[in-house]
């Protein structure tokens, strides 16, 4: 075995705990300084508290406040859904539709959407070059954009038939 390369060991070793409890034991420091001792450990006394050791029952809470605000965000925009314009463009008509409402000013969906609430199909339809197909086909993309087109009947529901 090498020599000198173990460390000193001190038989009479005093542990100081953060409560002001101390005793002796063996141990290779002279002085040894504990946060929790068996007196004020909350297992080995009953109480229910929260050991703060370097701070860390402080960041936990401040990560749990952060959680609750971003929870709360998180609520509020599910309550109000955001409705967000499509340009005319990106609803892929037709050559001839798209020039048809762009010619009248309608650039987007809300727009469209607009003009179908207060005019119906005939305000639409009324629109210089076009026609019934390029109404089929804009309710069809307003559809799959996830508007909803005015004057649609809502879809009845299934009846069960009584044996």
């Known amino acids: 075995m090498r020599a000198n390369i173990h460390p000193k060991y001190f038989t009479a070793a005093k542990v100081v705990c953060s409560c002001g409890n101390s005793w002796t034991t063996g141990a290779t420091l002279e002085l040894v300084r504990t946060d929790l001792c068996y007196k004020c450990h909350p297992f080995y006394t009953g109480e229910q508290r929260l050991i703060d050791t370097e701070g860390q029952v402080e960041r936990f809470l401040k990560k749990l406040d952060v959680r609750q605000k971003h929870l709360a965000l998180e609520a509020e925009r599910q309550l109000e859904p955001e409705i967000v314009d499509v340009p005319l463009v990106n609803l892929k008509l037709g050559a001839r ?25 005939a305000g639409v339809l009324a629109i210089q070059g076009f026609g019934q197909k390029g109404l089929i086909d804009l309710k069809k993309a307003l559809r799959l954009n996830g508007f909803e087109v005015p004057g649609d009947a809502p879809e009845p529901a299934a009846e069960v038939a009584d044996s």
């Open 97 to 121: 539709a798209t020039t048809a409402l762009t010619k009248e000013g309608l650039l987007g969906a809300l727009a469209i959407l607009e003009r179908l609430k207060t005019s119906g199909d």
